[in-house]
């Protein structure tokens, strides 16, 4: 607005205007503009809100901050704890996994034995009753089966525990990572307010710069709000100034200026206060001031009103941070409970761990142990096999002894047939000779026939050597010897 100190060239003669009818509606509008006083007030409550807000911001920040640390720390360490807890589950799932690599090899050699033995029929010159019988027929499955039975409760019973253990590992690196991620969920919520992303420093200095920034500017909209009004004020106590030079203005001043906005304390002493006395020259300048100051009022009760407005949108973004920092604090707390309650549970999670590998080693040795009684049995079948091989070995070398020796039995049988002839013959021969000479009791033995001796097996009922085929024989010295 002009200034009332304006040096204007005073004109010819006083205008006509200047009277306190003129200067009514002047003082009317000028005495509306002040209500603007209560934007004033608004702003001046806003701003106070504002800094205690930016004193709750620091302390709530700084708290947060430090918990955050702590939070930080805590799910440090129990990852590590969780990781090592794991580590030696996976080394136990790899010795797991390295014990059944050697069941398949052990049940495929098995498999590979039983399956030699089914296919081996047992030679029918071994079995007088003639029935059919394959090498299989003479195992225990039974007790194979068992064995393997129980070596596959022993894995599927490992296999579920790890299962468990797992899961139970899993569950607790999860509850470790909700941690951070209710903390990290506070983080993303409050890194963006209306669309202006937050900085965030160390220590939780940035969180605060967005509502020191925001009071900074407010203060610079209230100040001109404050400016504003103050020429407001002065032009309304020009307006009275002039009234009360006019004839009769001091009543209507008086009467005007008597009801103002709360906090405008301007002419209340319209009616009273002494006037001093003001020359021509003087009245037309305020004159000219006052109408010219008059065509401005309402461009700055606008102006007013827009620097609410700016200060009332700047409120809400201070809201919006505020209500940023509690959540952020209600993020974190709610994080810290979580972190109590697996604090709770780390001791049994640890005992349960260290208690299921402690078991582990016992179940390992006990299936190792019977992973060792299958790959003898499988052994033991391996050496039937070749057993049966070497006896139809023995079988051809007894078969062949038997045969030498019969040879030589009836050799020696003829022979003696032909001695005991050939002596009958001789004797025959003396008694032709010499036997009417010779008294009978002279020997004994004078007319006796030769001795007579017999070859023949001495027990009849000793089993006899089957004959089996060469070739059967010829194959069972190559599966044992090779092609030597």
């Known amino acids: 607005m002009a200034s009332s100190e304006s040096t204007l060239p005073p004109p010819s003669s006083p205008p006509t205007s200047t009277t306190s009818t003129a200067l009514i509606p002047l003082l009317l509008a000028s005495k509306r503009s002040l209500s603007s006083i209560n934007h004033v007030w608004r702003a001046n409550e806003l701003c106070t809100s504002t800094r205690t807000a930016l004193e709750k911001a620091a302390t709530s920040t700084a708290r947060t901050s430090f918990l955050k640390k702590g939070i930080d720390a805590q799910c440090e360490l129990l990852q590590e704890v969780s990781g090592r807890l794991s580590t030696g589950v996976e080394q136990g799932r790899a010795e797991l996994r390295e014990v059944v690599a050697q069941l398949d090899v052990a049940d495929a050699r098995l498999k590979k034995t039983l399956k030699k033995l089914r296919s081996t029929v047992v030679e029918a010159k071994l079995r007088p009753d003639g029935e059919e019988r394959s090498l299989l027929d003479f195992v225990d499955e039974g007790g194979l089966e068992t064995l393997k039975a129980g070596i596959q409760g022993d894995f599927t019973e490992a296999e579920q525990e790890f299962a468990e253990i ?48 925001i009071l900074h500017e407010m203060e610079d909209h209230a100040r001109e709000m404050a400016v504003n009004l103050e020429s407001l004020v002065s032009h309304f106590d020009l307006c009275v100034t002039a009234i009360k030079h006019t004839e009769g203005g001091g009543d209507a001043a008086l009467k005007i200026a008597g009801d103002l906005p709360e906090g405008v304390d301007i002419g209340q002493d ?18 000219r001031v006052l109408e010219e100051d008059a065509g401005q009022v309402d461009d700055v009760v606008m102006e007013i009103r827009d620097h609410s407005g700016e200060i009332e949108a700047l409120y809400e973004r201070v ?30 999670h640890i005992m349960q761990s260290k208690g299921f590998l402690v078991h582990w080693a016992e179940e390992k040795a006990l299936i190792e142990e019977r992973l060792e009684e299958l790959g003898g049995l499988r052994e033991f079948y391996d050496t039937f ?6 006896l139809l070995i023995e079988i051809g070398r007894r078969k062949a002894h038997e045969l030498k020796m019969e040879k030589i039995a009836l050799e020696a049988k003829a022979r003696l047939e032909k001695l005991y002839d050939d002596d009958l013959e001789a004797r025959e021969t003396f008694k032709t000779e010499f036997g009417d000479f010779l008294p009978g009791d002279i020997w004994p033995g004078l007319t006796a026939g030769p001795l007579q001796f017999d070859v023949s097996p001495i027990d009849i009922h000793a089993v006899r050597v089957p004959d089996i085929s060469k070739s059967v024989i010829h194959a069972a010295i190559k599966r044992v010897h090779g092609d030597k």
Do not use: C
Request: hydrophobic share 35%; charged share 25%; proline share 4%.
């Open 166 to 213: 797992g899961q139970s590992n899993f569950n607790f690196y999860g509850e470790v990572d909700a941690v951070r991620k209710q903390l990290q969920y506070g983080v993303e919520w409050s890194s963006l307010v209306d669309g202006e992303k937050t900085t965030r420093a160390s220590g939780g200095k940035g969180l605060q710069a967005p509502i020191s920034d």
């Open 270 to 287: 319209a009616g009273s206060a002494p006037l001093e006395p003001m020359s021509d020259a003087q009245r037309v300048e305020m004159m």
């Open 319 to 348: 809201e919006a941070h505020t209500t940023q920092f509690e959540k952020e604090h209600a993020y974190t707390i709610a994080a810290f409970k979580l972190l109590e309650e697996i604090g709770r549970k780390l001791p049994r």
């Open 385 to 390: 096999l070749t057993g049966y091989d070497n």
